[in-house]
């Protein structure tokens, strides 16, 4: 195995990563720092491309925003556009050209530096690999309880301001916690991924996401399409144990308020005839566990005997 970093070596990008957005004008730029080739590791520019989706937002996003990225990007805006990102997600996936295809769903997850790299590492692994990332909440507690706990967007920005996590971004380990997909860490089934990798073949039998779930923020969508990619014939989880996505907080639909998991639940059991139930599939684990992470593995292993005592959300 070669140990230069992948790179595409013609038109075609390995790797294409989709990203969702709306009305992100102050998270948007912090995630595509973050998936700019100076800042991923162990990847060339050439080998990937970001798409880019605006689902509408009230205000387009800027145009200097995109142009400061470093490697190659493309966007496209739905206008007008549903509250589900489920639609903006499937346009992505739809001009996606690498052979293989990530998506995050929410353009305001911020990325670590190994990610992209990881995430075709993973791909090689299995004749038909589904590639999930574990997600965290930046700040001492889940989103969903940051204003009980005077949690805001000031204070994250002053806590992202202290970590220098542009020169280190696997600093950002350091200063979240695991979201309620991923709170049983990485030795139990999680709920959700939060960056998404599949081939291109694999995302034309699942269809894309189901545009069915309507809700603001999509509900389950996310959680009905990991179940579902999951579930396809001979598919292999791979999860990726070094990286992850980190979610700046915004008051979004999913994290913006407590209520919010019981009308995402209802939705699901409506559509589907019962409640939602992650994943069993044992992962291959594959990476490097840098230092920052070093008390979330630690805590995985302290919460695996009790993952199965109560139901992921």
């Given amino acids: 195995m070669s140990s230069d970093p992948p790179h595409a070596g013609g038109d075609r990008p390995q790797l294409s990563v989709v990203v969702v957005t709306y009305d992100m004008a102050r998270e948007l730029p912090r995630t595509l720092r973050t998936l700019d080739p100076s800042y ?64 995050i769903v929410d353009g305001a997850r911020m990325a670590s530096p190994g990610l992209l790299a990881g995430a075709l590492l993973g791909a090689r692994v299995a004749d038909r690999p589904v590639v999930s990332t574990l997600g965290w909440h930046l700040g001492p507690v889940r989103h969903m309880q940051a204003q009980e706990a005077g949690y805001d967007q000031s204070v994250e920005d002053e806590l992202l301001g202290g970590i220098d996590w542009e020169a280190d971004g696997y600093r950002l380990f350091d200063v979240s916690v695991l979201n309620g997909s991923s709170a049983w860490g990485f030795f139990s089934p999680i709920a959700e991924s939060s960056a998404l990798f599949l081939p291109r073949e694999l995302w034309a039998e699942l269809g894309g996401l189901d545009e069915s779930f309507a809700l603001p923020g999509g509900g389950l969508v996310n959680h009905d399409l990991y179940l579902r990619a999951c579930s396809l014939d001979g598919a292999r989880l791979v999860t990726l144990l070094g990286e992850g996505t980190f979610h700046q907080y915004h008051g979004g639909a999913a994290t913006g308020a407590a209520a919010a998991w019981e009308v995402m639940r209802d939705d699901y059991i409506a559509k589907k005839g019962g409640p939602y139930r992650a994943p069993t599939t044992a992962p291959i684990l594959i990476g490097e566990v840098p230092e920052p992470m070093w008390r979330h593995l630690a805590d995985s292993v302290g919460l695996v005997r009790y993952s199965r005592a109560r139901p992921l959300r």
Avoid: K, W
């Avoid at 145009?63 to 346009?91: E, I, K, W």
């Fill in 40 to 103: 991923q590791r162990g990847v060339h520019a050439s080998a990937y491309e970001v798409i880019v989706v605006d689902n509408g937002s009230p205000e387009p996003v800027e145009p200097d925003v995109l142009g400061a990225f470093g490697g190659v990007l493309r966007s496209t805006r739905l206008d007008p556009a549903p509250p589900s990102p489920a639609r903006a997600a499937n346009a992505g996936l739809a001009m996606a050209r690498g052979d293989l295809v990530g998506l």
